[in-house]
Antibody, heavy 122, light 108 residues
Framework: EVQLVQSGAEVKKPGESLKISCKGS????????IGWVRQMPGKGLEWMGI????????RYSPSFQGQVTISADKSINTAYLQWSSLKASDTAMYYC???????????????WGKGTTVTVSS | EIVLTQSPGTLSLSPGERATLSCRAS???????LAWYQQKPGQAPRLLIY???SRATGIPDRFSGSGSGTDFTLTISRLEPEDFAVYYC?????????FGPGTKVDIK
């Protein structure tokens, strides 16, 4: 079974750093793009960016470029989303999702993780 | 950046009725690279339709997608109780791969 398992909920203070993870199983992790999607409380879905674990090619939405870093470690089938200095406005649910078309990045998101809740509050 | 607009914002219908959801793009979507997702409260989104009209694995045939260019439609032929949810369209033909704001289908 293809699965993406995300790390647990986080509660952080403004200015702290954070790295959340997304571990894939049941498929060739290196050969499918992984994307990250933000959902702020009570709001819609926002596409943040994608990474190809095979060579770490990364594409960011302009809205998130410079605000977060997307990375991956193909040796342990895990993708990451990290912040160097959190703000209260980063409070949201973050989903990772697999892009379904293998190495082709123009693709829908066919398998989703359950999400990681990030709360940033002083 | 392609902006997606979904209408209506909320659709109030009864089980058994037909639902028609619209997604309009600010510019033409390359190769009909448009997907529809369903999200229920407290759950992750689920892929329903990709390539504008292809059903994802395990999706019932009461869900169908159509359209091209800038105008796309998701149709649910007969609403089942489990279909009441929020539906998002997404274009993935041009980075950033934007989502629409969603249409909530609720019980009348």
């Amino acid at each position: 079974e293809v699965q993406l398992v995300q790390s647990g909920a986080e509660v952080k203070k403004p200015g702290e750093s954070l790295k959340i993870s997304c571990k894939g199983s049941g498929y060739s992790f290196s050969y499918h793009w992984i994307g990250w999607v933000r959902q702020m409380p009570g709001k819609g879905l926002e596409w943040m960016g994608i990474i190809y674990p095979g060579d770490s090619d990364t594409r960011y939405s302009p809205s998130f470029q410079g605000q977060v870093t997307i990375s991956a470690d193909k040796s342990i089938n895990t993708a990451y989303l990290q912040w160097s200095s959190l703000k209260a406005s980063d409070t949201a649910m973050y989903y990772c999702a697999r892009l379904g078309s293998g190495s082709y990045y123009l693709s829908h998101m066919d398998v989703w993780g359950k999400g990681t809740t990030v709360t940033v509050s002083s | 950046e392609i902006v997606l607009t979904q209408s209506p914002g909320t659709l109030s219908l009864s089980p058994g009725e037909r639902a028609t959801l619209s997604c309009r793009a600010s510019q033409s979507v390359t190769s009909s690279y448009l997907a529809w997702y369903q999200q229920k409260p407290g759950q992750a989104p689920r892929l329903l339709i990709y390539g504008a009209s292809s059903r994802a694995t395990g999706i019932p045939d009461r869900f169908s997608g159509s359209g091209s260019g800038t105008d796309f439609t998701l149709t649910i032929s007969r609403l089942e109780p489990e279909d009441f949810a929020v539906y998002y369209c997404q274009q993935y033909g041009s980075s950033p791969f934007t989502f629409g704001p969603g249409t909530k289908v609720d019980i009348k």
